[in-house]
């Protein structure tokens, strides 16, 4: 099966109203060739998942800061002045969820999964509209799977057959996200012919990719 695509045939997968898990880890690892793109196709109405909101002109902060985005769902949004501004205005619906509690979720939209039973925000205003469940005499807090219509990957190297490998943090949000995108696109520095990648070092097996783009180095 051919997964090799230029980015113009991928960008004609996006359209308003989608939901996207963006992988990267405090901007890194992150697939800022396809971002842009999404960003000249114009769509608009997008939920992000993501770690955090990027910085100004950083990652998914391009997707806030020109205003395609009606949510996002992360950990973090500080380092974002905008996204900020947007979430104070109405403008942009946020939910922060703690890190591991947010990649516990799209660990179990992944496997299909319920969702997790956690103890993070027992006793808080987390609490609200949530589901409670006792195990064993302790409370816990239900945490719904995350899934999306897209997930964006970015791999250090991937196979024809989209058999991928992360280098440094960039393994810790992209692999989860491979797992709970209906459709996975992944951008990577390189492709090389099946068979040359070290099977011990794939951390992604090809059977959850659907397209490859060639984009560029991490920055």
Same mark, same amino acid.
């Given at each position: 099966m051919e997964k090799i695509y230029t980015r113009e045939e991928v960008l004609h997968r996006f359209a308003d109203g989608q939901r996207i898990m963006v992988g990267g880890f405090a901007n890194h690892g992150v697939p800022e060739y396809l971002i842009d793109g999404i960003i000249e196709t114009g769509v608009k109405n997008l939920t992000i998942i993501s770690n955090d909101s990027g910085d100004p002109g950083i990652g998914v902060g391009k997707l806030i800061s020109s205003r395609r985005t009606v949510k996002i769902t992360c950990s973090f949004i500080g380092k974002h002045p905008e996204a900020v501004n947007q979430y104070a205005s109405g403008e942009l619906e946020v939910e922060l969820v703690p890190l591991g509690t947010l990649m516990e979720r799209i660990r179990c939209g992944g496997a299909g999964l319920g969702g997790a039973l956690v103890r993070t925000g027992l006793g808080t205003l987390v609490e609200k509209d949530k589901e409670k469940i006792i195990v064993n005499n302790k409370s816990y807090?239900? *945490?719904?799977?995350? %899934?999306?219509? !897209?997930?964006? #990957?970015?791999?250090?190297?991937? /196979?024809? @057959? +989209?058999?991928? #490998?992360?280098?440094?943090?960039?393994? &810790?949000? &992209?692999?989860? @996200?491979? $797992?709970?995108?209906?459709?996975? !696109?992944? *951008? $990577?520095? *390189?492709?090389?012919?099946?068979? $040359?990648? /070290?099977? /011990? %070092?794939?951390? $992604?097996?090809?059977?959850?990719?659907? @397209? !490859?783009?060639? +984009?560029? +180095? /991490? %920055?």
């Open positions: 807090l239900l *945490e719904t799977p995350l %899934q999306a219509d !897209i997930s964006l #990957v970015k791999a250090w190297k991937a /196979d024809t @057959m +989209g058999n991928l #490998v992360y280098r440094g943090s960039s393994r &810790n949000c &992209n692999p989860l @996200m491979a $797992t709970a995108g209906k459709l996975v !696109i992944v *951008e $990577t520095e *390189e492709i090389v012919p099946v068979g $040359t990648i /070290d099977p /011990d %070092q794939v951390i $992604t097996p090809g059977v959850l990719v659907h @397209m !490859i783009v060639v +984009g560029k +180095g /991490d %920055q």
